[in-house]
């Protein structure tokens, strides 16, 4: 079996078809790495089964869960799962490189755990957005970034998060600096500036992230002028802040500061009113 992406997004797949799929199409499969079943009426027994498909052994590197009201218990049982697999790979590749440290003559190294490179398959994109997590479920996600050494896109949209929830989730990404984040989703949540700047603090001197989207939550003035200075330290391509209540001082921080990076390539503001100041900066 040659499949390596299978979508099944936005069907009616359930409870049940979500057990299925994962005993039969996802447990033990080598060759499925990406997995689409947003929008299916999916919840935490679901999740469950997911995750247990997940730590039988699976090459799944991309989940899309979004819009499955899978709850904090789901939440927590696949960010478990992930947690344990990462920390299996990384148990591999450390027991991989003491092998080729240890090889002298007429000793065969272990295929596929040299330089730093295991067999195990782990999570690398999970999309988890509009899946009622709540604040409890929202934790294990930062416990999960804790330990994570894979997870390059992570989307959290539509979660009814909050700043306390986001203050969390950046102690994680501070004391794991290591987590290769290229894409952070926060779209549609209750963030305000107070959770900006400990994510701004977080991101700071990242060389790997390249899309941050916060549009669609509380951030004012404040917030805008953080995100602004971050980006002289950190090589983004995609900043997305609208629908935010973001005026005129934002505007002008953001743009000066787009003046001064080369890297930045879409920057959306939509849905914030520009009055003739605000006009004028965007032409600066």
Known sequence: DNLSVLDLGFNMIGEAGCSSLALHSVAGNRS????????????????????????????????????????????????????????????????????????GAGQTITPGRINNRSTIQTIQELYVGGTCMKSAGFLSVSNMVLTNLSLRVLDLSDNDLEDRDIALFSQSVTQNRAVPFEVLNFSFNKISCSGVECLMNAVWGSKTLRELRLDNNKV??????????????????????????ITTAGVKALMKSLSETSSLTSLTLAGIPLDLHASKAVCY
Do not use: M, P, W
């Open 32 to 103: 499925l790495r990406t997995l689409y079943l947003s929008g299916n009426n999916i919840c935490d027994r679901g999740a469950l089964s997911l995750a247990g498909a997940i730590l039988h052994g699976s090459n799944l590197t991309c989940l899309h869960l979004t819009e499955n009201k899978i709850g904090t218990v789901g939440v927590k049982a696949l960010t478990r799962a992930v947690a344990e697999t990462e920390a299996l790979r990384r148990a591999d590749v450390c027991y991989g490189n003491h092998q080729q440290l240890g090889a």
């Open 220 to 245: 004012k003035d404040r917030g805008a002028q953080l995100a602004a200075v971050v980006l002289t330290s950190i090589q983004l391509k995609v900043l997305d802040l609208g629908f935010n209540r």
